[in-house]
């Protein structure tokens, strides 16, 4: 008898390394959340910097859903750059009963929403192993 465990998969990199990609072959798309996906206006990308703390409540706001109902498994997929940011999906492990597996991702793909170079660059300058 194999046991199944519910799986939150972490995964964290700046834009361009490969975290969405990683995270479609993890996990069943309708289970993969990123903060991005916010975004997403009839199917196309479209940022607005004032909205970012609005985007990662959703984000957050999704995976708890899914958790409530006992999905899995789950992938966030976020550049994380300071540790702190992963925190609140940590507790909702804890509390809903998820096993984590922290992923970071370095490769260099080219980002899908054009960030520039210099913030890229200051994210690198500023990760926390």
């Not at 993890?26 to 910097?49: R, S």
Request: overall charge neutral; glycine content about 8%.
């Amino acid at each position: 008898m194999e046991l199944v465990r519910k799986e939150l998969f972490i995964i964290r990199g700046c834009p361009g390394s490969g975290k969405s990609t990683l995270a479609k072959k993890l996990v069943d798309e309708h289970l993969l959340f990123e903060a991005d996906m916010y975004f997403m206006k009839d199917g196309k990308y479209q940022y607005d910097k004032d909205k970012v703390g609005q985007a990662h409540g959703w984000c957050q706001m999704m995976v708890t859903h899914a958790m409530e109902d006992s999905m899995y498994p789950i992938a966030v997929a976020n550049t994380f750059v300071k540790r702190w940011e992963m925190d609140c999906y940590y507790r909702l492990a804890k509390t809903f009963g998820y096993r984590v597996t922290e992923i970071t991702v370095s490769g260099d793909y080219g980002n899908v929403h054009g960030v520039p170079v210099e913030v890229v660059q200051r994210m690198k300058a500023n990760w926390e192993v």
